[in-house]
C-alpha cells in the first residue's frame, strides 16, 4: 500500500482551504451592493455636525448589514465632507451623483449647503434626505432611548456621546431602509428611481419621533 506523507497531507489540507477561500470569496462577489451617501461638515467650523452624524450613520449601516441586509443585497456608506461649504456642497453632490450604485443620500445638515446641493441631485435623480430641518433636525440627546446612546457610544473611539444630530441621522437612515425594502420588494429592485417613488408616504416612529421624508 502506498503511504502518504506529513507534507503531502499539509499539501491537500491548505488546497483545500484555498478552494473553500475561493468559494466563499465568490458568494460574497456576486452579492450586490447598494450605496448610501452621507454628506455633513467633517472639517473646519461645523465639524463637530459630521462626526455627530458619522457614528449614526456607521451604527445604522452596521445593524441593517448585520441583520443581513435589504433583500438580497448588502449596504455600503459613502461619507463625504463639504466642510459646510455651499460650493464643496455642490462638488460632493456631484461626486455621488456619477456613481451609479449611490441610491440615496443623507445630508448636508445647513440650510445653504442642502440647497447649493438639492439641483445636482434633482437633476441625477438621486433622492436626498435633508438632514438639519425638521423631521430631521437637531434633537436634544437626552430625549434619546437609552439603548441608541449606548449603541451610539459603542461605535465611537472613545465611548463618545450622541449628540444633537445624532438621532435625527440615524431615523434618516431607518426611513431609508424601509424605502429600499419597498424598492425590493414591490418594484424589482433597487434603484434611484425605486427608491424615489418609496419614500413618500412612508413614516414610522424613530428615536427622535415620527419620522418621514419632507
Known amino acids: 500500500m502506498k503511504s502518504t506523507s506529513p507534507t503531502s497531507n499539509a499539501a491537500a489540507r491548505v488546497l483545500a482551504l484555498a478552494l473553500l477561500l475561493v468559494g466563499l470569496s465568490a458568494c460574497a462577489s456576486v452579492r450586490p451592493v447598494v450605496k448610501i451617501g452621507l454628506v455633513a461638515p467633517f472639517e473646519g467650523r461645523y465639524r463637530a455636525i459630521g462626526y455627530d452624524a458619522i457614528y449614526s450613520a456607521r451604527l445604522a449601516v452596521r445593524e441593517i448589514n448585520a441583520a443581513g441586509g435589504i433583500g438580497g443585497y448588502r449596504v455600503a456608506l459613502v461619507a463625504l465632507d463639504d466642510r459646510g461649504d455651499p460650493e464643496l ?5 456631484a461626486a455621488l451623483a456619477v456613481d451609479p450604485a449611490v441610491v440615496a443620500v443623507v445630508g448636508h445638515y445647513l440650510p445653504d449647503t442642502t440647497a447649493a446641493a438639492l439641483e445636482v441631485y434633482t437633476k441625477a435623480g438621486l433622492p436626498l434626505l435633508p438632514t438639519g430641518a425638521p423631521p430631521f433636525a437637531e434633537h436634544d440627546p437626552a430625549g434619546l432611548p437609552d439603548g441608541f446612546r449606548a ?20 431615523d434618516a437612515f431607518g426611513l431609508l431602509w424601509l424605502a429600499l425594502a419597498e424598492a425590493e420588494q414591490s418594484m424589482g429592485g433597487i434603484t434611484r428611481s425605486s427608491v424615489q417613488a418609496a419614500l413618500p408616504g412612508l413614516e414610522y416612529e424613530g428615536v427622535t419621533g415620527t419620522v418621514f421624508r419632507p
Open 151 to 170: 449603541a451610539y457610544a459603542a461605535v465611537t473611539p472613545f465611548d463618545e456621546e450622541a449628540g444633537p444630530h445624532a438621532g435625527a441621522t440615524y
Open 89 to 93: 456642497a455642490r462638488e460632493t453632490a
